[in-house]
């Protein structure tokens, strides 16, 4: 019962992202609504880490399943995509390495509040 209170948790956020992603017309995608409010309420501790550990790092721990379906769909339409490779390529590791620098970034900025204090 204390995964499915716990998945329920996760799910309530992610149901208050599509709400808000239908109601906001910006181009964010529902998860980046639902993941910011879920950061939010852990960092106004609204919501425990304790309260979704265990369902987050088994999310976690199952992440790379979820790519499985996109990379089939990607192979699938490779008759589509093989004149064109190249952009699809450049902008991928250029989206990738954006990310990481973002990321870090803001990793390191949070380490340093978090030293500060």
């Not at 106004?44 to 790092?57: A, G, Q, R, Y």
């Not at 999310?59 to 699809?88: K, N």
Request: charged letters at 10%.
């Amino acid at each position: 019962m204390k995964y499915v209170l716990q998945f329920l948790i996760i799910m309530v956020f992610a149901f208050i992202g599509e709400l808000l992603n239908f109601l906001i017309p910006l181009p964010i995608p529902a998860s980046i609504y639902g993941i910011v409010l879920l950061f939010l309420a852990l960092e106004l501790k609204i919501v425990k880490v304790s309260d979704i550990k265990e369902t987050s790092s088994f999310l976690i721990a199952i992440m790379p399943l979820m790519f499985l379906p996109p990379a089939v769909g990607v192979v699938e339409s490779w008759i589509l995509i093989r004149q064109s490779w190249l952009p699809y390529v450049v902008v991928t590791l250029v989206s990738t390495v954006f990310v990481m620098v973002v990321a870090g970034r803001v990793t390191q900025w949070f380490i340093r509040k978090g030293n500060s204090k």
